[in-house]
T-cell receptor, first 111, second 112 residues
Framework: QQQVKQSPQSLIVQKGGISIINCAYE??????FPWYQQFPGKGPALLIA?????SEKKEGRFTISFNKSAKQFSLHIMDSQPGDSATYFC??????????FGTGTSLTVIP | DVKVTQSSRYLVKRTGEKVFLECVQD?????MFWYRQDPGLGLRLIYF???????EKGDIPEGYSVSREKKERFSLILESASTNQTSMYLC???????????FGPGTRLTVT
């Protein structure tokens, strides 16, 4: 059973546009929701993370929106740039132990 | 900077061979993880370890084993490699009091 469902599988956005990636989770015990960014040939790297006691977290052009009642969270990339082209994974964890990852979204930002 | 290194970037092995994938971290992290990454499936946890000589099964441990004899090193072992183990293998480390995982660059294993 997929603990974390991610959509879309791929996304193409114009430079300067907003990229939005969505995730939904099942287990209400999860208390940590990170987003990872992965470039070709590299391992994933933490981009931004949120705990369920806040509804939004912003770091530069990247924002996580969190809806606890709907068990959903999303990544918004404002003013998307070609350098943001990468694969993005959402994840969920309980106490930072076992992590459950989404299936990934391949983002392409067109100049 | 935290550095997680993996012994090989690319590896080609034959069916039935015993395969060792090595992972080393240089930040004295307590926790280490092995994932496999497959297109359309994301990252799936194989095994993890919270301390030397300790190991816990993840979601897909079948066909794999692990070894952690030293804190900085976590090895993934394929006892008898099969073609369905062709995949990208990612190692990660994590401190005991932080949730952030640091990933290595991955080993792309092909089993023929």
């Amino acid at each position: 059973q997929q603990q974390v469902k991610q959509s879309p599988q791929s996304l193409i956005v114009q430079k300067g546009g907003i990229s939005i990636i969505n995730c939904a989770y099942e287990n209400t015990a999860f208390d940590y929701f990170p987003w990872y960014q992965q470039f070709p040939g590299k391992g994933p790297a933490l981009l931004i993370a949120i705990r369920p006691d806040v509804s939004e977290k912003k770091e530069g052009r990247f924002t996580i929106s969190f809806n606890k009642s709907a068990k959903q969270f999303s990544l918004h990339i404002m003013d998307s740039q070609p350098g943001d082209s990468a694969t993005y994974f959402c994840a969920a964890s309980y106490h930072g132990n076992q992590f459950y990852f989404g299936t990934g979204t391949s983002l392409t930002v067109i100049p | 900077d935290v550095k997680v290194t993996q012994s090989s970037r690319y590896l080609v092995k034959r069916t039935g061979e015993k395969v060792f994938l090595e992972c080393v971290q240089d930040m004295d992290h307590e926790n280490m993880f092995w994932y496999r990454q497959d297109p359309g499936l994301g990252l799936r946890l194989i095994y993890f370890s919270y301390d030397v000589k300790m190991k816990e099964k993840g979601d897909i441990p079948e066909g794999y084993s692990v070894s952690r004899e030293k804190k900085e090193r976590f090895s993934l072992i394929l006892e008898s490699a099969s073609t369905n183990q062709t995949s990208m293998y990612l190692c990660a480390s994590q401190t005991g009091d932080s949730y952030e995982q640091y990933f290595g660059p991955g080993t792309r294993l092909t089993v023929t």
